[in-house]
């Protein structure tokens, strides 16, 4: 019933950029809550920006100042933009978004991730 699909991943070079999008689709009433995770190899998953309807936002220390994460609510999108990319970046980028579907209760919806590969 809802979807989230996430693209825009790829191979870059270090202190180079990507932005990743996440659109959510189905019978969606709104979308309280969208964040980015990722899981680099041999670690664990981790948060690493989160948007709330009202704008707010939240980074990991390890990206704040080089990552920005926005949304577009009339599209039911969310954006990861990434600057200065690092090595320790590269890992598999996940997109969550909590939504209220219509006629439904609100619960999270994952995609199936996107790679994220930064080369020194």
């Known amino acids: 019933q809802v979807h989230v699909v996430e693209s825009g991943g790829g191979l870059v070079q270090a202190g180079g950029s990507l932005r990743l999008s996440c659109e959510a689709s189905?019978?969606?009433?709104?979308?309280?809550?969208m964040a980015w995770y990722r899981q680099g190899p041999g670690k664990q998953r981790e948060l690493v920006a989160i948007i709330a309807s009202d704008g707010s936002t939240n980074y990991a220390e390890a990206v704040k100042g080089r990552f920005t994460i926005s949304r577009d609510n009339a599209k039911n999108t969310g954006y990861l933009q990434m600057n200065s990319l690092k090595p320790e970046d590269t890992g598999v980028y996940y997109c969550?978004?909590?939504?209220?579907?219509?006629?439904?209760?609100?619960?999270?919806?994952w995609g199936q991730g996107t790679q994220v590969t930064v080369s020194s």
């Open positions: 969550a978004a909590t939504v209220q579907a219509i006629d439904r209760g609100i619960r999270d919806y």
């Open positions: 189905g019978s969606i009433a709104s979308i309280t809550f």
